[in-house]
């Protein structure tokens, strides 16, 4: 098993507010081709605290992965911090230079020093080209282990990887054995109720292959992970463990091996041909978004409303003013009515509606932060159900009620 | 200055796929209060790698701060790797256990062996009472350094770092100075660019205070952060900063110390009295969504239409059929005609209309992926802007569009 480490590097990690997507992406491109991610790191942009970070633990892993701190401004310390490590000294990459002159160039931009400084890279390091930008990727190696430089601007980071981390590795570990993940996508049931369930099942848990619960806001990832495993061999394996979650809990599962719950949606909906509308008061347009997220959703989403005010609830859906003023917003007959007239008015097969109160404010005590009313109009009915998510935060009430929702929708198509 | 260190404990971390909002979350607490974070390491499911992150550079912070692996289910390894580490046993705490009892009373669900466990905390531990979960927060001393373990689930730990974390180390460490932060948003302008704009502005980087530059898709957070000073010192130092920026840069500058563009759109609106709706073609509510998710949306926002399906165009938005067959759905006069509509239909004072294209599929030589128009209805007249994003991700391409969509708004009241 070749083990690695991943480091990221930026004043923006340790602060807060800056959520650390990059290193998420890298440990998944890693576990990709095989690679055991095991340890993460994120230290600031500070040249000792880079050096700490490239030596620690160096001679426990075959790889240590850093990105960040390569740009051009003056918080970017990341080559000085390698070059004291290294032992190296600064000299220019006429490739990577002429590459940067080219870019700009193209963007009719006169060319800066500090953007030239970018080809100067450590003289025992080799390099990885950047055609989405300025800053090279670097590789270095000491005492068997690698160390791989990378900038961290998302879109230049993905395609280093892609392009040049990902051969290069395969090519430098090539006993590497391919770990596969499987998710079963549970719903309506909490994390302690689902592992009693299926505690019992000691095929699962015989720590043969390995298992965990991923639990985020009405939806619980259960994650099979199989390392060293042929595709074939491990599709029977996630086919076994499938057979076991239906016959045990099958009431809360939704389905496997989706990236999310619209994913499986778009599979089912696709499939039949159907099309589908929303229309949103309380998550505000966010299930359109986690729709309309996935490629391909115009083939079977046709749109939405976000009927924030209770006025746009009356003008464009056709709610009864009486029974808005008397029911009011976060009732069952509001979202019975928007749902109706939504599958009416952007003539769709089916259609959702929501109504809550995501909070902070808002809440009473007859209607408490966290209530929320969902309907969904079908070919043939429409069906309403009553959420009580609780005084949790305003995002996590709006992807509950999300969530509730498309697994509204799926319910509709379980056996 | 107390020095801390945050790590979070999860296989899931490792893996990729599940992004770390635990670790910016804990770190943004740990600011506020004066804490400066040094370090953020995450670890597997594994009792060896987490006693070896408990241990690690424990004699060079003052505080080592954990998340994770405290649930009831066969993962959970925290509280073994603590025993181990303080040479600890587990013992029942029976406060601990009648708040779990009295909690599952209230949802009328029987109690189980593995819940009860939750009550088990090494004997030598000090415990935070968690009043949103089962699983308490830890409390334990080694040579001076202190040791926090908390529950991952995010709003217990919210609830625990709120309630119980921060008074406790408010008063354990009375010695901490505050650390301020302000952040300016620029946007229309690179980060090399905006910092070559600056660069000559000495005052900024004489090295007193800190800045970072803090790139995300279409929007520069550039940072300001201060150490010890009181709010009043701190503010004037702000005030003189947001000058220069102003006067070096103003043509790019949008506003500081908002946590993102809608609040400043919130402020503005509010303010003035005015109201906003949106159709979104390409961003498929992800404009709609970034709104409400700001609290207090509803006093500006009526709501919006995600226009998918061009049927859709035609039917709720009534743009012109003919337009549409020759221009295609992402032309000027489209985005012109539904952000009209849509000030109309919503009955709003200003109304901005987005369509392009996202990627990865649906570009032509023409109109590649990344094209995107926006149109923004006022009460004098409709603005258009074409923007070409590139061939980079579809979600970078939806964020980017819709930041792009949010800024033409603020240009409107720029002076």
């Avoid at 991943?6 to 998944?28: H, K, P, W, Y």
């Avoid at 596969?180 to 015989?206: H, K, P, V, W, Y």
């Amino acid at each position: 098993m070749i083990r690695a480490e991943v480091v990221t590097i930026g004043n923006e990690l340790l602060i807060g507010r800056q959520v650390d997507t990059n290193s998420s992406f890298m440990c998944a491109e890693l576990a990709e081709i095989g690679i055991s991610v095991v340890r993460k790191i994120s230290v600031g942009d500070d040249v000792q605290e880079i050096y700490e970070a490239i030596d620690v633990g160096a001679n426990k892993v075959n790889l240590k992965i850093f990105s960040g701190g390569l740009g051009p401004t003056h918080d970017d310390k990341t080559k000085e911090a390698v070059c004291r490590y290294f032992d190296s000294e600064l000299i220019i990459d006429q490739e990577v230079l002429s590459h940067i002159e080219q870019l700009f160039a193209r963007r009719n931009v006169t060319i800066s020093q500090i953007n030239q400084d970018q080809a100067l890279v450590p003289h025992n390091a080799s390099v990885f080209m950047n055609d989405k930008g300025t800053a090279p990727g670097l590789v270095l190696e000491k005492d068997e282990t690698v160390f791989i430089f990378l900038p961290a601007v998302p879109y230049e980071l993905k395609f280093l990887m892609q392009y040049r981390v990902k051969p290069y590795l395969r090519q430098k570990f090539p006993e590497m054995l391919p770990v596969r993940i499987c998710d079963f996508l549970f719903s309506g049931i909490g994390e302690s109720a689902l592992f009693e369930l299926l505690e019992s099942q000691t095929q699962l848990f015989n720590g043969q292959h390995e298992f965990a619960f991923l639990p985020s806001p009405g939806l619980i990832r259960f994650r099979q992970t199989i390392c060293g495993e042929n595709e074939d061999t491990s599709e029977k394996v996630f086919n076994v463990t499938e057979k076991i979650l239906t016959v045990t809990a099958g009431k809360y599962f939704y389905g496997r091996n989706a990236e999310s719950v619209a994913h499986i949606l778009q599979r089912i909906f696709t499939e039949k041909g159907l099309t589908f509308s929303v229309a949103e008061s309380c998550t505000g347009g966010h299930i359109a978004h986690m729709i309309t997220s996935v490629s391909g959703s115009s083939a079977w989403f046709k749109g939405g409303i976000v009927a924030y005010d209770n006025q746009v609830k009356i003008s464009m859906l056709h709610v009864n003013e009486n029974v808005l003023m008397q029911s009011g917003a976060v009732s069952e007959e509001v979202v019975r009515q928007m749902a109706m007239q939504c599958r009416n008015e952007f003539n769709t097969d089916y259609a959702a509606a929501v109504s809550g109160i995501a909070g902070p404010d808002g809440g009473s005590p007859e209607k408490p932060v966290g209530t929320v009313w969902i309907a969904l109009a079908t070919p043939d009915s429409v069906k309403t159900k009553l959420f009580h998510f609780g005084p949790s935060d305003r995002s996590a009430n709006i992807q509950r009620a999300s969530n509730a929702a498309l697994m509204m929708i799926l319910d509709e198509f379980k056996q």
